[in-house]
């Protein structure tokens, strides 16, 4: 099956930095990937739609000067979370889709981000 | 896409099977419904999709009516391990952006 990765799985980082988090698929070409982030207790909100080669697509209400995304390549999306503060805490989650299962999504594991 | 309404909760006892039922009583004629589930703090799980016909896959089986406004989520044998959140969503299949909106979800919990 397609498998999707995230790294870090877990970054603590201090109020002001940028943290980069970095989302791969390992075994199929991702022409669009999704960055989503949840809050504890709630579900998923969806952030940005990244198709690779050309720039992200933001949803209403999402900075994209503050969370900035990359599509390099057809396994590679990050997502930087810039001057990050306590609030930005979250669970980022992103998904892929592409090549044979082209409607189909395949999520990470997460990155549990915590600003002090 | 269309919304949904699923139970903000539901028990079952193990071994027994799991019905989770979702209402999208606005969705048009080329919307998919899907199923994902979430265990706790990790990535959401592809369950299974359908257009208007039952499916049924190794996971789970989808009852969809003959109106399609509602659509029941089987979980035949049910194990503490399908513990989860499951999400019941209506998408475009062949939509260009392919954005999956959640929404709250019905938690399920397995009980021994």
């Known amino acids: 099956g397609a498998v999707v990765s995230q790294h870090p799985s877990r970054v603590i980082c201090k109020s002001g930095t940028s943290v980069k988090i970095e989302c791969r698929s390992l075994?199929?070409?991702?022409?669009?990937m999704f960055w989503y982030r949840q809050f504890p207790k709630k579900s998923l909100m969806l952030m940005a739609t990244?198709?690779?080669?050309?720039?992200?697509?933001?949803e209403q209400g999402v900075e994209k000067d503050k969370f900035l995304i990359n599509h390099a390549s057809l396994t590679l999306s990050t997502l930087t979370v810039t001057s990050a503060h306590p609030e930005d805490s979250s669970f980022y989650i992103c998904?892929?889709?592409?090549?044979?299962?082209?409607?189909?999504?395949?999520f990470g594991p997460g990155t549990r981000l915590t600003v002090l | 896409d269309a919304k949904t309404t699923q139970p903000p909760s539901m028990d079952c006892a193990e071994g027994r099977a799991a019905n989770l039922p979702c209402n999208h009583s606005?969705?048009?004629?080329?919307?998919?419904v899907y199923w994902y589930r979430q265990i706790h703090s990790q990535g959401p799980q592809y369950i299974i999709h359908g257009l208007k016909n039952n499916e049924t896959n190794e996971m789970a089986s989808l009852i969809i009516t003959e109106d399609r406004k509602s659509s029941t989520l089987i979980l035949p044998h049910a194990t503490l391990r399908d513990t989860a959140v499951y999400y019941c969503?209506?998408?475009?299949?062949?939509?260009?952006?392919?954005?999956?909106?959640f929404g709250q979800g019905t938690t399920l919990q397995v009980k021994p």
């Open positions: 969503i209506v998408r475009l299949a062949s939509s260009n952006t392919g954005k999956l909106i």
């Open positions: 075994d199929f070409q991702a022409t669009t």
């Open positions: 998904s892929a889709s592409g090549g044979a299962s082209y409607n189909e999504q395949f």
């Open positions: 990244s198709n690779e080669g050309s720039k992200a697509t933001y």
């Open positions: 606005t969705i048009s004629g080329n919307e998919y």
